[in-house]
């Protein structure tokens, strides 16, 4: 529920490890179902329906605003391991490509106990540059691979529904195969009297090893369409990796976590239906 506008549907994801590809199969409000969404390293674009044809639309280049394109493959919820305090993901905490980058410092480590699970805690500061701070926490879970199980933000202040901090739980299940999936994810803001109030909840339904055809993420026999050019990362200045600077202190807790939740997310190539928010 987000304001006074209930949602939720049923979604297909398909993966090849890089780019991701999901079709909205039921939807309310109306207006979402159909609406096939792409992403991929350098660009993000729907595909919808207008009469009988079908037209590109929201296509949005890596380049205009690399922080936010990463952001935005978190919304697919194909990352939930690495999922970071600000809602978006670890390897952010790094990356200063794009002149629109935030970066989160982290300010400490320290091993904790969240709901029975013993944790390792990662405070970190996020700063925007332009006034913006915001203090939140990621719980990894040590016993498995640093998967992210929790995050929590400081408390935040927002006109009229004032202080309130943001909080998301995801719950794993064991594949056939030994490696953790998620099996929901939940959202939700707390008050300072303690009352929550749910703001997603993510069910995964199933999953399917795939193995994507030669034109799964292609447009032009499905949809008639051209498919947009791949800008390669050479050719753009904007996609180009940063150098890091690391400081002297533990960051081999983020860095396999990271790591391992990558090749976690990879291993599964597709998921049929995942998702019920």
Not at 22 to 34: D, H, I, N, Q, Y
Not at 227 to 237: F, L
Request: aromatic fraction near 10%.
């Amino acid at each position: 529920k987000v304001g006074d506008e209930v949602s939720k549907g049923l979604v297909e994801l398909i993966t090849d490890g890089q780019q991701m590809k999901a079709v909205t199969l039921e939807s309310t409000p109306e207006r979402f179902k159909g609406v096939v969404q792409f992403w991929r390293p350098d660009m993000r674009f729907n595909v919808t329906k207008q009469g009988d044809k079908f037209k590109i639309t929201e296509q949005n280049l890596a380049s205009n605003n690399y922080y936010m394109h990463e952001r935005e493959k978190y919304n697919f919820y194909a990352h939930e391991p690495m999922r970071a305090g600000d809602s978006s993901g670890s390897t952010l905490w790094f990356d200063a490509r794009g002149q629109d980058y935030s970066i989160s410092s982290v300010i400490d480590v320290k091993s904790v106990t969240r709901d029975g699970r013993a944790c390792a805690e990662i405070l970190s500061r996020w700063d925007n540059r332009h006034g913006m701070v915001q203090l939140a926490s990621t719980f990894l879970d040590p016993a498995s691979d640093y998967i992210t199980v929790a995050t929590e933000t400081d408390w935040k202040t927002e006109p009229p529904v004032g202080d309130y901090k943001a909080i998301r739980e995801i719950e794993y299940q064991m594949s056939a195969e030994g490696v953790l999936l998620p099996k929901w994810s939940r959202a939700s803001a707390k008050n300072r009297a303690g009352v929550a109030v749910k703001v997603a909840d993510v069910e995964y339904l199933s999953y399917e090893r795939y193995v994507p055809s030669a034109d799964e993420f292609l447009l032009e026999k499905e949809y008639g369409l051209v498919t947009p050019a791949v800008i390669p990362t050479a050719a753009n200045p904007a996609l180009t990796p940063p150098s890091r600077r690391w400081r002297a202190w533990p960051w081999a807790v983020v860095a396999a976590g990271a790591a391992l939740a990558v090749a976690a997310v990879g291993l599964y190539r597709r998921s049929r239906r995942p998702a019920v928010a």
